[in-house]
């Protein structure tokens, strides 16, 4: 999926260098003489929370990931690994345990973020 990098929010998901990223800020300058409008993005990979930009002119496309949230259960805790299964299609997933959300323990429901292969929990629902 595609759109123009002048669209981009903070908030919304952008492939850059083929990671998933979620943007935090952008910047637009205005055009010059002899070119055209620019946008600096700063974003964060979804998966490893590392910083990445982007420079693009505001009319060039984007790749924009098709991320998918879920609920769903957690079945084991393995060190510093969970198993989670979806409440919807059961398919089990194995995610690395996130160091900011504690008290995960099997049985618990948790939300996910899946896109491709990559998995990971983004919280502890209920209780």
Request: charged fraction near 25%; include cysteine; aromatic fraction near 8%.
């Amino acid at each position: 999926m595609f759109t123009s990098a002048g669209h981009l929010k903070p908030g919304s998901f952008v492939l850059i260098d083929g990671f998933a990223c979620q943007v935090k800020a952008t910047d637009k300058s205005k055009p010059g003489k002899h070119g055209s409008a620019k946008v600096r993005v700063v974003a964060f990979d979804v998966f490893s929370n590392q910083k990445r930009g982007l420079l693009k002119s505001t009319s060039m496309d984007v790749d924009v990931p098709i991320m998918v949230k879920g609920s769903a259960q957690v079945v084991a805790v393995m060190g510093d690994m969970l198993q989670i299964m979806d409440l919807q299609s059961y398919e089990m997933f194995d995610v690395k345990k996130p160091a900011e959300i504690s008290g995960l323990a099997s049985g618990l429901e948790v939300e996910y973020i899946r896109w491709g292969s990559q998995v990971k929990v983004l919280r502890k629902k209920g209780n």
